[in-house]
């Protein structure tokens, strides 16, 4: 069976690091690119980081972008989102996804994160909640 299980959220006050984790099994992880998404109540799920199969490239959100890192040991099939100077806004679900494809489209002449809706599994979630 195919599992991304993310694990490492919980509760930190304003300025803090969290690292969170996302274990995949049951598929051929470097073929796929893993990303990283957070939805908060009310909101629409966004894309926050992703780390690419073809090349090992990372991309981040302009909101993350010089505060969060994402990393993989393919030997561990893991995955993981180093997260610092964490701001109340940051507060959100977790989720970790596996797509078969690069981890950005071109649209208008750059590159965009790729669209929850094209990712193939997805992990269960982890929290993260920031105190101001």
């Known amino acids: 069976d195919v599992q991304l299980q993310a694990s490492g959220g919980g509760l930190v006050q304003a300025g803090g690091s969290l690292r969170l984790s996302c274990a995949a099994s049951?598929?051929?992880?470097?073929?796929?690119?893993i990303g990283w998404f957070r939805q908060a109540p009310g909101k629409e799920r966004e894309g926050v980081s992703c780390?690419?199969?073809?090349?090992?490239?990372?991309y981040y959100a302009d909101s993350v972008k010089g505060r969060v890192t994402i990393s993989s040991d393919n030997a561990k099939n893991t995955v993981y989102l180093q997260m610092n100077s964490l701001k109340p806004e940051d507060t959100a679900v977790y989720y970790c996804?596996?797509?078969?494809?690069?981890?950005?489209?071109?649209?208008?002449?750059?590159?965009?994160?790729?669209?929850?809706?094209?990712?193939?599994?997805w992990g269960q979630g982890t929290q993260v909640t920031v105190s101001s």
């Open positions: 996804a596996a797509v078969l494809a690069t981890c950005t489209v071109i649209a208008g002449g750059r590159d965009i994160f790729r669209s929850a809706y094209e990712y193939d599994y």
């Open positions: 049951g598929f051929t992880f470097d073929d796929y690119s």
């Open positions: 780390v690419s199969s073809s090349d090992d490239s990372t």
